[in-house]
């Protein structure tokens, strides 16, 4: 693998972990994290967080009626939903809203994205990553790192600790986000929105997104192949140092995310058999994991610093094997997830507005 200069900030995390890794965990003040918390980005969002306060207290039945579209109703609560075709329905539901994208890209591009929906995933390597240098040195002094999806325990089905663990998500201020979302857009190929519509299943744009700063070591609940949940999802990363076999590779089946037989089974079956640690976002183990590997390629994302990567981790996915020394540092976003009902309106309009527009 082609040698590329690390970042200077790089270098001074893998320094810290080797050396301490206390200092990468500890507690900032919190004085960045207060002042935007009263944002208005963060009003608007309060719709959403009480809509997720009432789905928390509602009894399992009801969370299966009312929310059976809802990206947030991972899997059905109770056993007699999980033995219908509910969860196949709804997940056929999204891969047809969601196929409504494609309704609206150029005929230039048409094929490639096609490609991009149907695979689950999308890359494009980054030239030069220099400017997000001084971001990545900055957000370790003053974000407090979290475990955030990466927890170190849930292994084989045990809520037990992973020995070697390690996992610390630092979020980005909000005018550093916003750096980071111009420095992608100057950055990342003209065409590139169309591929990130169609892998969150609706049209969309690198536009007030959240990133994070992950350092990860060994395995954690990542490292299972799962789905995050039944309705597409679009999650980015970018390798900000060289990741070879031994360095946690993100690994994708390609074209799980369309397969909505088997990933409603597979669901379905964590439900009924109270697999309490694999039916929210369905883990795939022994005979199920060798057979989902017999079905579907996996695709295993080894590259170079600046790789950016996009998937839709409604598809089965996974942290690759981890089995060198250093610890995996990548910068992480997800775009803003959305139910049936959103992308079906959204990609409906999204429709209209290019008929209109090829129509003048
Ligand atoms: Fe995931």
Known sequence: MENKRKLNSI???????????????????????????????????????????????????????????????KAPYSKFVAKTKYDEFRTLLDIKASALILKSIPSNTLDQVNNTFNSGHYSYQMRDITELDSLINEVISYATPSHAGARPYFKDGKNSAIEDSFSAYYNFSESHCNAITSFLNETLEEDFRYYLSAIAGYKCELKNISYSLGIVYGENSNSEMHQDTFSSIAKGFIYLQNVDLRGAPFEYLEGSYCDASFRSYQTNLGVVNSDIHSSGSTRLRGDKLEEALRRYHLKTFTGHQGLFILANTAGYHRKGAHNSLSPRITLNFEVKRKGIFSKFLINIFALIKFKLIRAI
């Open 11 to 73: 270098e001074k995390i893998e320094e810290m972990f080797a050396e301490d890794i206390d200092l990468l965990q500890s507690g900032k003040s919190h004085t960045k994290k207060a002042l935007e918390k009263i944002k208005i980005k963060q009003l608007l969002s309060i719709p959403s967080f009480l809509l997720k306060k009432i789905y928390k207290v509602l009894p399992g039945v009801l969370k299966d009626i009312f929310f059976w579209s809802s990206v947030f109703h």
